[in-house]
């Protein structure tokens, strides 16, 4: 079959994705190929906000200097600066897109979060994300040369003289596998919780982007900067629903099973210590008591404190019978985000020519070790923003590339070997790592992934072709975190600690 010729050709609907395509829409025609509904993303889930120096009293000198702390001399400093400085015009071009963000009077009401110096998130209650992603959409829609084929997953990247040209995508209920070209690709997949048996991330993230930009060549760094959020939420009939530190910083506290506040053990700082050291206390505790989870207790606040400051918190918590009055709420921590990712430049080039990514996938050098909060959402804005500028120059393709077969399993099987990855990453290459355990995922990822070729093919199915795609970021992750000789930010091996 003939592709389907476009300027350019987005992978993923999240922010990342769409702010590229409404971009791009102004220098050529948009095919935006996204797997699930338009909205299934962790865009859709964000919740805190999105960090810009709006106030007075802030500047991006300062959102600079934060960022630059919280990545503990990782971060690359002209990339920090490139985001900071054009975060105000990001919220800008939000709210000129429709975006309704809570106001103090007629200013931007501006939040607080860990790491930040001044309040300088841009919000909108506890569902940010959610509005974000609204505001995208709806302004895509408006958009008569964006095409968006929603059910439609990218299996491969195609390749033409050394160039990325397009994706071939299984489009469809039927199942029809069509190839899509296109001057410049961009690659906006998002993150890559799901090879963790704890995340916040939606079924989405699942390291697709990794593993179609390895496939192609494309350089990937940082991968062992994995982001863990101390407290979400432990219960059967709603894993990775995330409990905002917020509800610490108002005066939440963590207890064990006992009753203890167990944070005295570990930190002065207690429960609003960093969110990396938290959720290490936490899991000390869980590992020396056996135990499942902690418990986070609102008991002591005011509900109507709680009911105005967390209401999704608060609603969804009274859906599964808890009462943060009269309850204590199990959490665990889980796999939140990403810091690394596809090596970019500042224009969300990678080193495959016609091949771009931005957003979670993508490592712009950004957040270096640790990311500040809420400077996720920020930086997908910013650098697709930039990277459909770039694209824009890119010239015409002339080839019509074939997609090679691609190897499906059972959904069955596919299952099975999930589920090891889960274990082998959750066990060894976790929050707490050490060079022995370490070692123990790698042979379980080169296992799995030699079971995987293995096994007999089957018709298409994404479920197994997410599991590949799981197994091949994982094994970044563990690379990653082996060549590390140094504890630093969010990656932590007790084999390096200092006694
Ligand atoms: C619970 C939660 C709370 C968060 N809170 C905040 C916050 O307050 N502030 C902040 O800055 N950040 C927050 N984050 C992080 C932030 O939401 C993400 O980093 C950001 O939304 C990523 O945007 P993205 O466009 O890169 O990816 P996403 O929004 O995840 O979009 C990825 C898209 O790619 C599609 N896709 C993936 N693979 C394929 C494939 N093979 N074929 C076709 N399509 C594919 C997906 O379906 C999806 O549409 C939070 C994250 C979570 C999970």
Same mark, same amino acid.
């Given at each position: 079959?003939n ?6 050709l ?11 395509a409404?971009?791009?829409?102004e ?12 909205t ?5 889930w ?14 991006? &000198?300062l959102h &600079?200097q934060?960022t630059?702390?919280?990545g ?5 400093p &002209?990339?920090?600066r490139?985001?900071?400085q054009r975060?105000?015009e990001a919220i800008?071009?939000?709210i000129g ?5 809570d ?11 860990g790491?930040?110096?001044r309040n300088?998130?841009v ?6 994300g959610?509005?974000i992603?609204r ?13 968006v084929?929603?059910h439609?997953?990218?299996?491969q990247?195609?390749m ?13 209920d ?9 001057r ?15 995340t ?7 390291g697709?982007?990794? +593993?179609?930009?390895?496939d ?8 062992e900067?994995?982001q863990?959020?101390?407290?979400t939420?432990?219960h059967?009939q709603?894993?990775s ?5 917020a509800?610490r ?10 009753g203890?506040?167990f ?10 210590a960093?969110?990396?050291v938290?959720a290490?206390?936490?899991e ?6 056996e ?20 209401p999704t918190?608060?609603e969804r918590?009274?859906s599964i ?11 665990v921590?889980?796999?939140h ?5 596809v ?5 969300g080039?990678?080193n495959v ?8 996938? +993508?490592s712009t050098?950004?957040h270096? +070790?640790n990311?500040?909060a ?5 930086? +997908?804005l910013?650098?697709?923003?930039a990277?459909?500028e770039?694209?824009k ?10 997609a ?10 596919s299952?099975r ?6 274990h082998?990453?959750?066990?060894h290459?976790g929050i ?9 995922a ?13 096994l ?8 197994p072709c997410e599991?590949?795609n799981?197994?091949?970021a994982a094994s970044?992750v ?5 060549a590390r000789?140094?504890n630093?930010?969010l ?8 006694v």
């Open positions: 079959m592709p389907s010729r476009y300027d350019f987005v992978i993923g609907s999240g922010l990342a994705g769409l702010a590229f409404l971009r791009a829409a220098f050529g025609r948009v095919c935006v190929l996204t797997k699930g509904e338009v299934d993303s962790n865009t859709s964000a919740q805190g906000g999105i960090a810009a120096a709006m106030d007075e009293a802030d500047s991006w &000198e &600079e934060d630059l702390i919280a503990a001399g990782l971060c690359d &002209e990339a920090v490139f985001l900071v975060a105000p800008e071009w939000l897109h429709g975006a309704r963000f106001q103090n009077g007629s200013d931007l009401a501006l939040g607080r979060e790491g930040h110096s300088r998130i919000h909108h209650a506890d569902k940010t959610w509005e992603e505001t995208v959409v709806a302004a895509v829609r408006q958009r008569g040369n964006i095409e084929f929603q439609s997953f990218v299996t990247l195609l033409a003289d050394g160039r990325c040209v397009g994706a071939e995508a299984v489009v469809g039927d199942n029809e596998a069509r190839t899509f070209t296109a410049a690709v961009m690659l906006a997949t998002g993150g890559c919780g799901r090879m963790y048996t704890h916040t991330n939606p079924r989405v993230a699942t697709d982007g990794i +593993a179609l930009a390895s192609v060549g494309a350089a990937v760094a940082g991968m900067f994995m863990f959020h101390p407290t939420l432990y059967p709603m894993r629903f995330l409990i905002t530190e509800v910083g108002a005066g939440g506290t963590l207890r064990n099973h006992l203890r506040r944070l005295f053990d570990y930190d002065d700082r207690l429960e609003l960093p969110r990396d938290v290490r206390a936490i000390a505790e869980m590992k020396k008591h135990t499942w989870c902690v418990y986070l207790d609102m008991t002591h606040l005011r509900p109507e404190l709680i009911r105005h400051e967390f918190i608060y918590l009274r019978g808890l009462e943060v009055e009269k309850d204590w709420i199990p959490v921590p889980a796999q985000y990403s810091c690394g990712g090596a970019t430049d500042l224009a080039r990678t020519p016609g091949l771009y990514a931005a957003g979670e996938v +993508a050098g950004v270096g +070790a990311r500040l809420s400077n996720s959402l920020l930086e +997908a910013v650098f697709a923003t990277a459909a770039a694209a120059e890119e010239g015409p393709v002339e080839a019509s590339p074939t090679t077969a691609t190897k499906c399993i059972s959904e069955a099987e299952i070997l999930r589920t090891s990855l889960r082998a990453m959750t066990q290459a707490v790592r050490n060079f022995a355990g370490l070692r123990d790698q042979a379980s990822i080169d296992g799995l992934l030699s079971e995987f070729a293995k007999p093919n089957a018709p298409f199915s994404s479920h599991t590949r799981l197994i091949l970044h563990v690379r990653g975190a082996l000789k140094e630093v930010g990656h932590f091996n007790e084999d390096l600690a200092v």
